[in-house]
C-alpha cells in the first residue's frame, strides 16, 4: 500500500537555517533516501523549492488566476515528499519517525487513495 510523507515547514525556517546548516540537513534527508531504496520501500522522493518561487492557480467561473509566490497568509510550505510502498500505516509511520525532518518540520503521513472515498 503507498503511503506519501509529506514534509510540512515552517516558512521562513530555511533562510533561517542558512547556506551551511542547509546543506547539512540535505545530507542527512539523501542519507535517509538512501536508506529507504536500499530497504526497497522508496517509490519517489524530492525536495520542493520554497514558495518564492511557487504560484497558485484557480479556475473560478471559466476564469483563471494566477498568484506568484511568496504567499503572505502561508506560515507552512511543503518542502518535499517521499512516497512509500509498506504494508501497513504502522509501517510508515516507523519511517516517518526515522525522518531527520522530523526534528524540524512535520512529517504529515497519508495514505495515497482515491480522493471521492468515504472515510
Not at 12 to 38: I, P, V
Not at 66 to 80: C, L, Q, S
Amino acid at each position: 500500500m503507498s503511503h506519501m510523507l509529506l514534509i510540512v515547514e515552517p516558512v521562513g525556517q530555511r533562510e533561517e537555517r542558512g547556506l551551511e546548516g542547509g546543506q547539512q540537513a540535505y545530507a542527512r534527508m539523501l542519507e535517509f533516501t538512501a536508506s529507504l531504496q536500499a530497504r526497497g520501500v522508496l517509490e519517489a522522493s524530492n525536495s520542493l523549492a520554497g514558495t518564492e518561487q511557487a504560484s497558485r492557480l484557480q479556475l473560478r467561473g471559466g476564469r483563471r488566476s494566477v498568484v506568484d509566490g511568496p504567499f503572505a497568509e502561508a506560515k507552512e510550505m511543503v518542502g518535499g515528499f517521499f512516497l512509500l510502498n509498506v504494508a501497513t500505516r504502522e509501517e510508515a509511520l516507523a519511517i516517518a519517525a526515522e525522518c531527520p525532518a522530523a526534528e524540524w518540520a512535520t512529517v504529515e503521513v497519508r495514505p495515497v487513495a482515491p480522493c471521492y472515498e468515504g472515510q
